[in-house]
T-cell receptor, first 114, second 113 residues
Framework: DQQVKQNSPSLSVQEGRISILNCDYT??????FLWYKKYPAEGPTFLIS?????DKNEDGRFTVFLNKSAKHLSLHIVPSQPGDSAVYFC?????????????FGTGTRLTIIP | NAGVMQNPRHLVRRRGQEARLRCSPM?????VYWYRQLPEEGLKFMVY????????ESGMPKERFSAEFPKEGPSILRIQQVVRGDSAAYFC???????????FGSGTRLTVV
């Protein structure tokens, strides 16, 4: 039962253009969403998050959009840079007090083409 | 301030042996989470511990797996009688409080031969 889905296993984008990574979820109890970036042989690194009370959160080149009615979120990276090449994981949680257990998607491998 | 330290980075075990994975959280962090990543999959939650307590072990296989986070020392994930299907990357994360946001370690890659 995959509650968080990233349907695109890979994505290639030209340097300088916009990268859009998508994520869908099925559990309506999720109220907090995060994006992580992962390089080979390293642990995931937190990138950006959004609470369900918002529909957009921006941090520099990274913007996350949340569409609750569609149970869909997306990560926009603009402009894309070669160092952005990595696997990106979408994750979700319920803000159950005392336990921030995350449910991860399967990841999207982003390749930025110079 | 060192990050979350996991060791060993790579561990090879023969079927039937025991695997012990260690995680030292960041200084000041008393909450530890273990996740497992099977090949071509996302990370799956295993267990959440605070010092000397298991808070949520809903993701732990019912047999052969155990975890602890003693008052002193690192958190340990123990896998007894390993099988080939246990081959995966095991990640530990720590946080200063229950909803304080995670910092992940670099993982331990377990290979069962």
């Amino acid at each position: 039962d995959q509650q968080v889905k990233q349907n695109s296993p890979s994505l290639s984008v030209q340097e300088g253009r916009i990268s859009i990574l998508n994520c869908d979820y099925t559990n309506s109890m999720f109220d907090y969403f995060l994006w992580y970036k992962k390089y080979p042989a390293e642990g995931p690194t937190f990138l950006i998050s959004i609470s369900s009370i918002k529909d957009k959160n921006e941090d520099g080149r990274f913007t996350v959009f949340l569409n609750k009615s569609a149970k869909h979120l997306s990560l926009h990276i603009v402009p894309s840079q070669p160092g952005d090449s990595a696997v990106y994981f979408c994750a979700a949680s319920t803000k159950d007090f005392g336990n921030e257990k995350l449910t991860f998607g399967t990841g999207t491998r982003l390749t930025i083409i110079p | 301030n060192a990050g979350v330290m996991q060791n060993p980075r790579h561990l090879v075990r023969r079927r039937g042996q025991e695997a012990r994975l260690r995680c030292s959280p960041m200084k000041g962090h008393s909450h530890v989470y273990w996740y497992r990543q099977l090949p071509e999959e996302g990370l799956k939650f295993m267990v959440y511990l605070q010092k000397e307590n298991i808070i949520d072990e809903s993701g732990m296989p019912k047999e052969r797996f155990s975890a602890e986070f003693p008052k002193e020392g690192p958190s340990i994930l123990r896998i007894q009688q390993v099988v080939r299907g246990d081959s995966a990357a095991y990640f530990c994360a720590s946080s200063p409080k229950a909803d304080g946001g995670y910092t992940f370690g670099s993982g331990t890659r377990l290979t069962v031969v």
